[in-house]
C-alpha cells in the first residue's frame, strides 16, 4: 500500500491556502477602507447590512412551499 500523498493533493491543498489567503487580504482591506471613511459605527452598519442581505438570501434558498 503507498502511504504518500499524490501532487493533485498538494496542488488542491496550495490552491485552498492561496485562496484563504488572498479572501482574508480583501477582507482586511475593505474592513480597513470602512473603518477609516465610516469609524467603528460606520463599519458595524456596514457589515451589519452584509450579513442580513447574505440570510435574506439564504433564508429564501431554504424556504419550502407552503402547498
Do not use: N, S
Not at 14 to 20: F, K, Q, S
Not at 36 to 50: K, N, P, R, S, V
Not at 59 to 64: S, V
Request: glycine share 18%; net charge negative.
Amino acid at each position: 500500500m503507498e502511504d504518500e500523498l499524490g501532487r493533485g493533493f498538494w496542488l488542491k491543498l496550495l490552491g485552498i491556502c492561496l485562496a484563504i489567503g488572498i479572501g482574508g487580504l480583501l477582507l482586511f482591506g475593505l474592513l480597513g477602507t470602512v473603518w477609516y471613511a465610516w469609524g467603528f459605527f460606520g463599519t458595524l452598519i456596514f457589515f451589519g447590512g452584509i450579513l442580513l442581505i447574505w440570510a435574506w438570501i439564504y433564508d429564501h434558498k431554504q424556504a419550502k412551499p407552503d402547498y
